[in-house]
């Protein structure tokens, strides 16, 4: 049978048409919004071992990026500030880059094994200073650079999503086996010559136990 021809039709224009459609916030959702990191806050991120930071450049192309360490590895200066170390990665900079062009970033805080996670909106800024980073070394090296996030709004949000992906239920993840392999989706994006799937894998094991910090 021929697989027909999907598009996207019957657009929503207007958040006037979207309302009509998904109706307004309860009470409680629109007050839930704080402005700045509370105790409540601060004791979800010093539990936090995984983030996901959104950002995008001046023209408005996104970028959205994990970060991850130890649990409390991004470091709550003050109830307006939090600083994120940025460990050795790929080199790409996709975040740092649009930071500089365009401030405006979003954080979602995830707790293993809990469903509600926190959202943080905010500036963004990259810092060098030398005291601060040291305060975030890890295994006697310290990043080279943090991103600080100037904090505007903080605020839980709630476990659907999670409930219906089962994401943290082990009776729902795949046999190990099953899962997508990198370095075969890498090689076969790249099309480097010369440089075959299994040498590809044993590359990206040496970097994950010797280049994480």
């Not at 305060?135 to 943090?146: D, E, I």
């Not at 839980?156 to 994401?167: E, P, Q, T, V």
Request: aromatic fraction near 6%; glycine fraction near 6%; hydrophobic fraction near 35%.
């Amino acid at each position: 049978m021929p697989v027909p021809n999907l598009t996207c039709k019957d657009k929503i224009e207007t958040e006037d048409e979207l309302r009509s459609i998904i109706g307004e916030p309860s009470e409680l959702v629109r007050k839930k919004v704080i402005s700045y990191v509370d105790d409540h806050c601060k004791d979800f991120i010093s539990r936090s071992p995984f983030l996901v930071i959104s950002t995008s450049d001046a023209s408005g192309y996104c970028d959205v990026s994990p970060r991850g360490d130890m649990p409390g590895f991004a470091l709550v200066l003050d109830e307006k500030h939090i600083i994120i170390p940025e460990r050795p990665g790929n080199k790409r900079i996709d975040t740092m880059r649009n930071i500089l062009s365009n401030p405006k970033a979003g954080l979602l805080f995830l707790i293993p094994g809990l469903g509600e996670t926190l959202r943080v909106n905010g500036k963004a800024y990259l810092v060098k200073d030398d005291i601060l980073l040291e305060r975030m070394a890890h295994h006697g090296k310290k990043p080279l650079v943090g991103i600080c996030i100037e904090v505007e709004e903080c605020f839980i949000h709630c476990a659907k999503a999670m409930k219906r992906s089962g994401l943290w239920e082990p009776e729902t993840w795949s046999e190990k086996d099953s899962l997508p392999n990198a370095a075969k989706i890498l090689i076969d994006h790249t099309k480097i010559p010369d440089m075959t799937e299994k040498e590809l894998n044993k590359a990206l094991q040496v970097d994950y136990l010797t280049e994480l910090y």
